[in-house]
C-alpha cells in the first residue's frame, strides 16, 4: 500500500522559511510527477508547485521567486523550499504524486498546517 506522509510545518514569523518534506512509502514501481497543494481557509485546494520526473518545475504565480520545488529520486521524496513567507500562505499543504504500481493514479498525503504569523 502505498503512503505519502508530509512533515515540515509549522508556525513560522512573516519573512521567515520553512522546508516541506513528502516521503512516498510502499510497493513502487515508478513516481512520475510530484507536486505540493495548499488550501486556506474557506479556499479551494491550489497547485502550488509541481515538479516532473525530470525535473521540470512550475509554479502558482503567487509563490513564484520565493518557495522552490525539488525531488530526491532516489529517496522518492520531494521538496518544498519556501523564503520569504507571507501571513497569505497559511495553508494547509499537501503532497500529492502520480505513482504507478500496476497502473498509474494519484495519491495524497493528509497534510501540514503552515501558519505565518507575527
Known amino acids: 500500500q502505498v503512503q505519502l506522509v508530509e512533515s515540515g510545518g509549522g508556525l513560522v514569523q512573516p519573512g521567515g522559511s520553512l522546508r516541506l518534506s513528502c516521503a512516498a512509502s510502499?510497493?513502487?514501481?515508478?513516481?512520475?510527477?510530484m507536486g505540493w497543494y495548499r488550501q486556506a481557509p474557506g479556499k479551494e485546494r491550489e497547485l502550488v508547485a509541481s515538479i516532473t520526473s525530470g525535473g521540470s518545475t512550475n509554479y502558482v504565480d503567487s509563490v513564484k521567486g520565493r518557495f522552490t520545488i525539488s525531488r530526491d529520486n532516489a529517496k522518492n521524496t520531494v521538496y518544498l523550499q519556501m523564503n520569504s513567507l507571507k501571513p497569505e500562505d497559511t495553508a494547509v499543504y499537501y503532497c500529492?504524486?502520480?505513482?504507478?504500481?500496476?497502473?498509474?493514479?494519484?495519491?495524497w498525503g493528509k497534510g501540514t498546517l503552515v501558519t505565518v504569523s507575527s
Open positions: 510502499g510497493t513502487i514501481f515508478r513516481i512520475n510527477a
Open positions: 500529492s504524486a502520480r505513482i504507478i504500481v500496476d497502473t498509474e493514479r494519484i495519491y
